[in-house]
């Protein structure tokens, strides 16, 4: 999936699309509500189209000059981008609907099991 497609499901569309040869669809579920969502897909957008993170995304990643070991439960900003980067990615957006306590996502992935770490940190922040 290339970015502009992935921008327009982050963007609401696309999810009764059928799934490309080769993927198959995963069916997590995150805290939060439609205010998470909305973060999340800000954090997305930005990372989809170039822009500048947002601030607060920024804020709740550690600093990578304060990275003693690695620590799945606070990810610095270059790590994420890293695994957020084209040839490094194994999730894609598919689709996500709030409902009044969490985030009903579906992410498009090759196969599972998959790395999604930065997929459960852009939740943990968006929250």
Known sequence: ???EE?????GGE?????????YELDALTFPGGP???????EVMTAVLSGEALPAWFVEQCVDDSALQTCDLEHWSLRA??????????????????????????RALVRA???????LDWLWKTAV
């Not at 696309?14 to 080769?22: I, Q």
């Not at 084209?86 to 009903?104: G, L, Q, S």
């Open 80 to 105: 994420w981008k890293f695994w957020l980067a084209p040839e490094n990615r194994r999730w894609w957006w598919w689709d996500a609907r709030p409902t009044e306590a969490e985030i009903r996502f």
């Open 112 to 118: 599972k099991p998959y790395l999604r770490g930065s």
């Open 1 to 3: 999936m290339n970015a």
């Open 35 to 41: 205010e998470t969502l909305a973060r999340a897909r």
């Open 14 to 22: 696309g999810g009764e699309d059928p799934v490309p040869a080769g």
């Open 6 to 10: 992935e921008l327009r499901h982050v």
